[in-house]
């Protein structure tokens, strides 16, 4: 996709609208083991630059949620003709960027189904807090995703989507998906670093402590998180 095709960045509203859907989910914690998050990216080809600049940023969630007793994250991704691969569960930020920098972008049609599948069958072998997808483009069918994504949000897992680009039909997909599990979708553009850090900083943070941590990061930190302490706290 070239750059002159994509949106201008995500809106403060768009954000706000993000942080507040993420503030509002339901939270299904009941110990005090780590939190676990399904960490999906689109590796097909349009994604290169996009998947380096995750993998920096991918750091600073095991560094937000390390006082709330850490995170464990599960990379995905597909690629080429038919290819889907998860890694084994990490439980630092070594063992990820390492997971990361072996893998490279290869051409090839969207499978975010089977991104949806897996979720299912991980959480049900042991509960997983939050699934976050990154990708620009959907070539599946839709309503095939929202029956996938309805099981998985029966499980209670949220789904928490970002869109690069500007694609509809993309955007109507993620939304629906967003729904369905009772997550959040918002979009951002291949320059807004700073946005995606503070989306995946604040889910990585619910699903590591919960409402309350996310309270507690809107309150130190202010800015667009202190717009979403409010609910929060009726949580």
């Not at 349009?46 to 380096?52: G, Y």
């Not at 299912?120 to 095939?144: H, Q, S, Y």
């Not at 029956?147 to 500007?166: K, Y």
Request: some cysteine; charged content about 25%.
């Amino acid at each position: 996709m070239a750059r002159s095709d994509l949106p201008a960045k995500a809106s403060n509203d768009q954000v706000q609208d993000f942080l507040r859907k993420v503030a509002m989910t339901p939270v299904l914690k009941t110990s005090e083991e780590k939190g676990r998050l399904i960490f999906a990216l689109d590796a097909t080809a349009s994604r290169e630059p996009t998947w380096d600049r995750a993998s920096h940023l991918q750091a600073e969630m095991f560094q937000e949620t390390a006082s709330l007793g850490g995170l464990e994250i599960q990379l995905a991704f597909y690629r080429g003709f038919g290819e889907f691969k998860a890694t084994k569960w990490a439980a630092d930020q070594d063992t990820l960027m390492r997971q990361m920098t072996g893998v490279y972008c290869l051409a090839g049609e969207t499978q975010l189904r089977k991104v949806l599948r897996h979720a299912v069958v991980e959480t049900k072998k042991r509960k997983v807090d939050a699934l976050v997808f990154i990708g620009d483009c959907i070539e599946e069918d839709v309503d095939k995703l929202g029956a996938v994504a309805g099981e998985l949000g029966i499980l209670g897992t949220p789904a928490f989507l970002f869109q690069e680009g500007g694609d509809p039909v993309a955007e109507f997909a993620f939304r629906q998906i967003a729904k369905l599990t009772n997550g959040a979708y918002c979009p951002f553009d291949s320059v807004s670093a700073q946005t995606l850090r503070e989306l995946l900083r604040a889910v990585a943070v619910f699903a590591a402590g919960g409402r309350k941590a996310l309270e507690n990061l809107a309150n130190n930190e202010g800015g667009a998180f202190r717009q979403i302490a409010h609910q929060v706290k009726r949580g």
